[in-house]
């Protein structure tokens, strides 16, 4: 597959996010006029602290520190007090234009990732490896619901989203909301992001970047955490585990 163009996108996490204003690992097919980001931009520093371990990554994709640090935090977070305090209940608005609810969901685990469309090459990154990893599963997927959360609903909206799903798993269902419901569930799931704007002289106001954590998380059928995959976790390991939990 082509990689959308243009689009843009980063990486971390953070106990408090920022209130501002996420197959085999191919590219995805090009898109014409369906972003607005237009100069030059090189590479963004994001802050990512995931319960309670801070580390830094490139928006491109280059880490400043290992990554799989995340892992082992989570661990010992879920070691030290006995529940990874991630999820909760959200609503927001799927790219169908029908709201939907965490209950929405109940029964099914949830493969949960945060970015958006306008995402140079993490966010597509992470998507096509969980589009793989559903495809490995084959049935044992069926009870996997994948969810796609925007943390750019300015831009990215029902319509947007419903596009840019196309380019992933056909059963990857985009939500998106206001910025308040977007918050909410960013900081029930300890996703950092915040919105970078373009500081070049009559730059667009549309031509902005959020720096945002690059997780997967898989949720129970009962909406408690399950597990965490870093960014760097291929889709085979993700198949692997997932399968573990799902399917013992």
């Known amino acids: 597959?082509?990689?959308?163009?243009?689009?843009?996108?980063?990486?971390?996490?953070?106990?408090?996010?920022?209130?501002e204003l996420t197959k085999a690992d191919s590219a995805k097919p090009e898109k014409t006029n369906s972003s607005p980001l237009k100069g030059s931009r090189g590479w963004m520093l994001l802050a990512a602290v995931i319960v309670g371990?801070?580390?830094?990554?490139?928006?491109?994709?280059?880490?400043?520190?290992?990554?799989?640090?995340?892992?082992?935090?989570?661990?010992?977070?879920?070691?030290s007090t006995g529940v990874a305090s991630i999820g909760g209940p959200f609503q927001l608005t799927d790219h169908n234009a029908r709201r939907v609810t965490e209950k929405t969901f109940a029964g099914k685990y949830m493969l949960v990732y945060f970015g958006y469309t306008y995402c140079p090459d993490v966010c597509p990154t992470g998507l096509t490896k969980i589009s793989n990893a559903?495809?490995?599963?084959?049935?044992?997927?069926?009870?996997?619901?994948?969810?796609?959360?925007?943390?750019?609903?300015?831009?990215?909206t029902p319509e947007q989203l419903r596009e840019y799903a196309t380019y992933f798993h056909p059963r990857l269902l985009g939500l998106t909301g206001t910025m308040e419901e977007i918050s909410a569930v960013a900081g029930a799931y300890r996703v950092y992001f915040a919105?970078?704007?373009?500081?070049?002289?009559?730059a667009d106001p549309e031509d902005y970047?959020?720096?945002?954590?690059?997780?997967?998380?898989?949720?129970?059928?009962?909406?408690?955490?399950?597990?965490?995959?870093?960014?760097d976790t291929d889709a085979e390991t993700m198949a692997k585990r997932i399968k573990e939990i799902v399917a013992p």
């Open 53 to 79: 371990a801070g580390l830094l990554v490139f928006a491109s994709g280059r880490h400043l520190s290992d990554v799989g640090k995340v892992s082992d935090a989570i661990v010992k977070a879920t070691q």
């Open 209 to 231: 970047t959020v720096d945002h954590s690059a997780i997967g998380y898989l949720m129970g059928p009962d909406g408690a955490f399950r597990q965490h995959f870093s960014h």
């Open 195 to 202: 919105k970078v704007d373009n500081k070049e002289p009559g």
């Open 134 to 156: 559903l495809d490995i599963l084959g049935p044992a997927a069926d009870e996997i619901a994948p969810i796609f959360i925007t943390i750019d609903p300015a831009r990215d």
């Open 1 to 19: 597959m082509a990689e959308p163009e243009n689009k843009d996108q980063s990486n971390s996490d953070s106990e408090q996010p920022k209130p």
